[in-house]
């Protein structure tokens, strides 16, 4: 039988048998069955690739947009939609104006150039921060006329161009600092940047009852062009006569007495400020002190003249002003009651003042009633006390130079 069986293999492969029986021999070899389950063998196996999925087919860039399809921020953005791509010709060239200084400087558009519509108005910037508006004329078919006049300047004595480069100034105790010009035409000063530690105003001078045996005297002393004091000179009785710094900024101080043997009737004041001279004279007799300020340069001076109680501890003396021209004392009611500008009882430090001006009640001619001394020219100061129970002692007079002319 065995002998049979490979007989007809042999003939099922090799033979001239018909297609119809080797079709039939064929299905009955191929379907030959496992014993044990019964399945066709080649049907129960599943191959390894069918099963599997491949890696490529789960990982995350199957789901992710690939690369090329994310646009990058600028492809986001609305450039096809913005006024830029849709605007006339002269809104563009409008827009381009405004790409002058960072302040915002816009220049006016070309007389004479097209424009439309008709009737339309351009504004441009000019001056100091003002306006000029153009209009838009039919002639032409549409056509730019000239700027108007300018509008709206600044007028602050510190205005500026924007975008001007910053410039420096010396501040404070010979310190420095930049100062730069805003978009709405003003200046801004930056921090005051090396002053000297412990330092004075240059031109600022003092008078010290320092180591002098004679009762009354003292050493004065001046501050030179670096903020320094410079050394002190010999005994002297006190200086009665301020000369005036010669750099603006300078200030110069004399020390003087209010003695309770020395009394006057004060001038009248109004409370709390300045009392335009010519002035009245009160009943109350109080303390007082003449000084002079006198300007000894080529030039005419404004200066600010303020008391002071000098020391650090001293006590606080309330005081009144006033100034006469000349270097004579007043005498008469009269002579005193014509005194120049106002009497002054209580003042407000001035921009850029030494600590001391106006503080503790102390009078001061300064800021807008600043005292005007032409060159070579005196001034003489009273100082006084605005209460009849005011203290005896020292009581400072102090000159600072705010400006120079010819």
């Avoid at 039988?1 to 007989?7: A, G, V």
């Avoid at 600044?154 to 730069?180: A, I, K, W, Y």
């Avoid at 900024?249 to 004041?269: H, N, V």
Wanted: with cysteine.
């Amino acid at each position: 039988m065995q002998s049979w069986k490979t007989f007809m293999v042999v003939a099922l492969v090799f033979g001239g048998a018909s297609s119809a029986a080797v079709g039939g021999c064929a299905t009955d070899v191929a379907g030959v069955t496992d014993e044990d389950t019964g399945a066709p063998a080649q049907d129960s196996a599943t191959p390894p690739k069918d099963s599997a999925t491949p890696p490529k087919d789960s990982a995350a860039p199957d789901t992710a947009p690939p690369p090329t399809d994310s646009a990058p921020p600028r492809d986001t953005s609305p450039a096809d939609t913005s006024p830029a791509d849709t605007s006339t010709a002269d809104a563009r060239d409008a827009a381009d104006a405004d790409t002058g200084f960072d302040a915002g400087i816009i220049g006016p558009k070309p007389t004479g150039s097209p424009c439309a519509p008709v009737n339309s108005t351009f504004e441009s910037t000019c001056g100091f921060c003002g306006k000029s508006t153009q209009l838009c004329e039919a002639a032409g078919g549409g056509t730019w006329s000239a700027p108007g006049a300018c509008v709206g300047e600044n007028t602050s004595p510190d205005r500026c161009t924007p975008g001007t480069p910053p410039t420096q100034e010396t501040c404070g105790l010979c310190g420095r600092r930049n100062v730069v010009c805003q978009p709405n035409c003003t200046k801004a000063q930056g921090q005051c940047l090396g002053e000297v530690a412990g330092g004075c105003s240059p031109g600022t001078q003092e008078f010290a009852p320092i180591g002098c045996p004679t009762p009354g005297e003292g050493r004065d002393r001046t501050c030179d062009a670096t903020c320094m004091w410079g050394a002190y000179s010999a005994c002297h009785p006190p200086f009665t006569t301020i000369e005036i710094a010669t750099t603006v900024g300078g200030t110069r101080g004399i020390t003087l007495k209010f003695e309770a043997a020395r009394t006057l009737p004060k001038l009248d004041t109004a409370f709390g400020g300045s009392k335009v001279c010519p002035a009245t004279i009160s009943a109350t007799a109080t303390m007082y002190a003449y000084g002079k300020v006198i300007n000894n340069t080529a030039m005419n001076a404004t200066v600010a003249i303020w008391g002071e109680v000098p020391g650090a501890a001293a006590t606080t003396k309330d005081t009144i002003m006033a100034v006469y021209a000349g270097a004579t004392e007043p005498v008469t009611p009269a002579e005193r009651m014509a005194c120049v500008g106002g009497v002054n009882d209580t003042c407000t430090p001035q921009a850029g003042a030494p600590a001391a001006m106006c503080a503790s009640d102390n009078a001061g001619l300064v800021g807008a009633e600043s005292v005007a001394i032409a060159a070579g020219a005196t001034v003489t100061v009273y100082l006084a006390a605005y209460s009849s129970f005011a203290t005896a002692g020292d009581i400072r007079i102090n000159a600072t130079t705010n400006a120079l002319v010819p």
